[in-house]
């Protein structure tokens, strides 16, 4: 079974308009983090947002914010006000375990383009 | 300061050479991991080291890949006698020790196996 699966291979919004990007994991440990990740077409990675499965409250980190639904198993990617520059992939991930390998496990990716 | 440096940033080799990538992570970052990324497809994990422990090379997809990092600091990534299937972007990326440290990615080495 897939770890992190990323349902929308393409996703299109309007600038200025808020935009939300799925994002569904599977594991059986307890204790794991959920990352969002930024590819521009440059390729570097940037990262954007963390949330920990222990952790009350959603991420939020200014426009980002994460709608994380525990028993749904999803972490949702939500952009506020679109910008032009918010064009790039997008890569969900996730870390399982306190210990051991602490390597990220990568969606497939969604490509969002920002319209003006 | 400085960021995760990668060289090269290209390399393009023919089948059967082998080549070596260079990463240098952030400075005091005790955590480095190597990924491999295909042509528009997510990354995929090749192999992790914490400080002086024993790397993490479950990922690694076959015995032609190998990785030192020497000191605890610059990595080098190994692949031999190359194939096509190894053409892919490789990524470095460095974390602090402990607790949900993001990661902080190199700018990657294209690797193309003509």
């Known amino acids: 079974a897939q770890k992190i699966t990323q349902t929308q291979p393409g996703m299109f919004v309007q600038e200025k308009e808020a935009v939300t990007l799925d994002c569904t994991y599977d594991t059986s440990d307890p204790s794991y983090g959920l990352f969002w990740y930024k590819q521009p077409s440059s390729g570097e990675m940037i990262f954007l947002i963390y949330?920990?499965?222990?952790?009350?409250q959603n991420a939020t980190e200014g426009r980002y914010s994460l709608n994380f639904q525990k028993a749904r198993k999803s972490a949702n990617l939500v952009i506020s006000a679109s910008q032009l520059g918010d064009s790039a992939m997008y890569f969900c991930?996730?870390?399982?375990?306190?210990?051991?390998?602490?390597?990220?496990?990568f969606g497939s990716g969604t490509r969002l383009q920002v319209q003006p | 300061g400085a960021g995760v440096s990668q060289s090269p940033s290209n390399k393009v080799t023919e089948k059967g050479k082998d080549v070596e990538l260079r990463c240098d992570p952030i400075s005091g970052h005790t955590a480095l991991y190597w990924y491999r990324q295909s042509l528009g497809q997510g990354l995929e994990f090749l192999i992790y080291f914490q400080g002086n422990s024993a790397p993490d090379k479950s990922g690694l997809p076959s015995d032609r890949f190998s990785a030192e990092r020497t000191g605890g600091s610059v990595s080098t990534l190994t692949i031999q006698r190359t194939q096509q299937e190894d053409s892919a972007v490789y990524l470095c990326a460095s974390s602090q020790a402990g607790g949900d440290n993001e990661q902080f990615f190199g700018p990657g080495t294209r690797l193309t196996v003509l």
């Open positions: 949330q920990g499965s222990y952790d009350q």
């Open positions: 991930a996730m870390r399982e375990g306190q210990g051991g390998r602490r390597a990220l496990t």
